[in-house]
């Protein structure tokens, strides 16, 4: 076993080397625009785009049409939600999200409403899930979108995606899921699921950084978008800019093989999981945030009473790389908000780990992690006069 073991997979994943060998020849060999139409290379290059844009799509059983190549799940949820903002501003500026939502879809939201859109930010309960009756209550007659992510990525709950879905089709709204920690982990189906827009990123199912894609439904009902990006009219006018071709390939090659793979990887992954949330909840005053029947299968988050969240990390880093929660929010010393949205109070909030386990994650490591983290919570606790006067 080689050191640091590495368990935040919710922030990035290491790429796989099958991907790596995929992309390798459109830098050197294979390296025309893939807009250049008029020659071989050009040729090549679109035919390789063309092949990750099915790779995409049949991973969430889309068509490749309704696949938008971006520069990853950020653009994509900006995409998403401004587009729609701005396409369907006669309808209606209103938004319904939820509180615990990524970053980029929050910001996002506080942008729209410096522009005069109304965001109505829906609550979550302790167990980290919305409430349907209170999204069908927020719907008014000029609310044109819904935003509620799939998979969190600091607990990893699952909404119900398919219970939101059916209301916004009830009541002629999009509805947009930031899908970035799903896709890959858990089954996806855009038209199973009743989804109109759906991001996603390379780098958290085996692929490059710097990639991703925007899904956005053609029919029953046509999305359209405005776009935010202006310039050769590339992605069907959505998203323009010469085509990353080494990176899309690269996506498209990390979706084949998470399609081909993910049952075999979860019946790993998950047992694996549960044995290092069991071994953890063995330390007093231990406990998992958010609920334990509806969230993905590689990931727990645990707090631990009476710990500073940054020591541990700190005392852990030579040994076990995790983190504490986004690594998108990570140089804050505020407490999670998502965990203050679960009701935990700030100590509890800084006490958390959030533990990701992937595709390379072996038994021993998750023992060792274990083994550590025990260690470690108790030298912090002998040195912390909270624990002494609890």
Same mark, same amino acid.
């Given at each position: 076993m080689k050191l640091p073991i590495y368990l935040d997979y919710n922030s990035t994943t290491p790429c796989d080397p099958r991907v790596? #060998?995929?992309?390798?020849?459109?830098?050197?060999?294979?390296?025309?625009?893939?807009?250049?139409?008029?020659?071989?290379f050009g040729w090549e290059g679109e035919e390789a785009v063309a092949l990750a844009r099915e790779q995409v799509a049949a991973l969430i059983g889309a068509d490749p049409s309704e696949i938008v190549f971006t520069s990853g799940a950020t653009e994509?949820?900006? %995409?998403?939600?401004?587009?729609?903002?701005?396409l369907y501003a006669a309808k209606g500026k209103h938004i319904i999200t939820v509180e615990t939502e990524h970053k980029a879809v929050l910001d996002t939201c506080h942008h729209l409403e410096k522009l005069g859109g109304e965001i109505t930010w829906l609550p979550v309960d302790r167990e980290g899930l919305i409430d349907l009756g209170e999204l069908e209550s927020a719907i008014r007659p000029d609310t044109v979108l819904i935003s509620v992510m799939y998979a969190n990525n600091e607990i990893g709950v699952l909404q119900p995606v398919k219970g939101i879905s059916e209301i916004a089709r009830k009541h002629g709204v999009l509805f947009f899921t930031d899908a970035t920690q799903a896709v890959g982990k858990i089954p996806v189906n855009v038209d199973g699921d009743g989804i109109d827009l759906l991001a996603l990123s390379a780098h958290k199912l085996y692929g490059p950084k710097g990639i991703g894609a925007l899904y956005v439904r053609r029919r029953n009902p046509r999305v359209r978008l405005q776009a935010q990006m202006d310039g050769g009219g590339h992605e069907r006018g959505m998203r323009s800019g010469t085509l990353n071709v080494p990176a899309i390939v690269g996506l498209g090659q990390?979706?084949?093989?998470?399609?081909?793979?993910?049952?075999?990887?979860?019946? !790993?992954?998950?047992?694996?999981?549960?044995?290092? #949330?069991?071994?953890? %909840?063995?330390? #007093?005053g231990a406990h998992v945030n958010g609920s334990r029947s509806h969230r993905l299968p590689h990931t727990t988050n645990l707090s631990f009473s009476h710990i500073d969240g940054q020591a541990l990390l700190a005392a852990l880093a030579k040994d076990v790389a995790l983190s504490s929660g986004s690594a998108c929010t990570s140089a804050s010393m505020e407490p999670s908000y998502v965990l203050k949205a679960l009701g935990l109070g700030d100590d509890l909030a800084h006490s958390s780990l959030r533990l990701?386990?992937?595709r390379w994650t072996t038994e021993e490591e998750v023992d060792y992690a274990?083994?550590?983290?025990? #260690?470690?919570?108790?030298?912090?606790?002998?040195?912390?006069?909270?624990?002494? !006067?609890?």
């Open positions: 790596v #060998e995929a992309m390798l020849p459109y830098f050197t060999q294979k390296f025309g625009n893939a807009a250049s139409r008029s020659h071989a994509s949820d900006n %995409l998403a939600l401004k587009g729609v903002f701005e990390a979706c084949a093989i998470v399609q081909a793979q993910m049952d075999a990887d979860t019946a !790993r992954i998950q047992p694996l999981r549960d044995r290092l #949330e069991a071994g953890l %909840l063995q330390i #007093e990701g386990l992937g274990v083994q550590k983290i025990t #260690e470690t919570v108790a030298n912090l606790r002998e040195k912390s006069i909270r624990w002494e !006067r609890r």
